[in-house]
């Protein structure tokens, strides 16, 4: 796969605080990967380094192997949808749109006039006097009408119910089988938006602490419940347990590791039930695990 986008030795801080602490990753062109960290973990301050518009401490960030900053052509190339829009609130939204169109030179009008019937979004209105719902959608159409071969949201769901969330992966997902590019979502919202996402990157403190296709991270990701001294014996001391809970007589252990078709064999002699764990579940416990909470 091509590179997109590289980051290397990036890090912020905020006086004595790191925001994003030495971070070097890279995304590939044409996938869609989901960002996921608690709050305060750095998400926002390492996607507005992404877009330029905050100025990093230390590092680099390239765009097709040319540093981006003071860099008009790289930037024409990425859209970050943010969680809470910097628009001028007094603006009607035909405005906002204009100002999108010159701004991305992707930018496809065609597709935006649908996705307003679509949402139907009343374009004469200002800003400010739609709900936050609505503001989200707003958000939701520039990253989408952009085309910027990056496109990132953060937070891009914020308002909306379930229905018009649902309706968002839909339209996102039809709009990247027929025009693909790299699609970066930082969400909240990780079990009902799991299933679009091509590649997880997982931050805490600052830090990347996981960067895995999704299926290779819940081919890790493993609930075990039954005899605890069983489960421990089979799974051998060198196994990655995050997490271990009782309910009744029986012990639950949650590892994130490789296990070899014989463990599983002996698993399930050993009637000890093996499910996988939910993407949510091996978030919390991984970013728990990191914060050293219980």
Not at 62 to 81: D, H
Request: glycine letters at 6%; proline letters at 1%.
């Amino acid at each position: 796969m091509t590179t997109i986008i590289e980051c290397k030795d990036l890090s912020k801080s905020y006086g004595k605080v790191k925001a994003v602490n030495n971070i070097s990753l890279t995304l590939e062109k044409d996938k869609i990967y989901g960002l996921l960290g608690r709050n305060g973990a750095g998400k926002t301050t390492l996607l507005r380094m992404l877009n330029n518009e905050l100025i990093r401490s230390e590092g680099e960030i390239k765009y097709n192997g040319v540093e981006i900053f003071e860099n008009s052509s790289a930037l024409e190339n990425i859209c970050l949808v943010k969680d809470r829009n910097s628009f001028d609130e007094d603006k009607k939204i035909k405005d906002i749109f204009t100002l999108a169109a010159i701004s991305y030179k992707f930018w496809d009008e065609d597709f935006k006039n649908k996705l307003v019937k679509k949402f139907n979004v009343n374009v004469k209105k200002s800003f400010k006097k739609l709900s936050r719902g609505g503001q989200s959608i707003v958000g939701v159409i520039i990253g989408l009408a952009s085309r910027a071969p990056v496109t990132i949201f953060d937070e891009p769901v914020l308002g909306l119910d379930a229905a018009v969330r649902e309706e968002f992966y839909s339209v996102l997902l039809k709009d990247y089988e027929e025009n693909p590019r790299t699609i970066i979502i930082s969400t909240h919202l990780i079990e009902e938006s799991s299933n679009i996402f091509e590649e997880i990157i997982m931050i805490n403190s600052g830090e990347v602490i996981i960067k895995e296709s999704i299926s290779e991270l819940m081919e890790k990701a493993r609930l075990m419940v039954g005899n605890r001294e069983n489960i421990l014996s089979i799974l051998g001391s060198n196994i990655r347990i995050i997490h271990e809970d009782k309910i009744g007589g029986a012990s639950i252990i949650a590892i994130f590791d490789t296990l070899s078709e014989e463990q599983y064999e002996k698993l399930k002699e050993n009637h000890i039930e093996v499910s996988q764990l939910p993407l949510q579940k091996l978030f919390v416990y991984l970013t728990a695990e990191k914060e050293g909470e219980e």
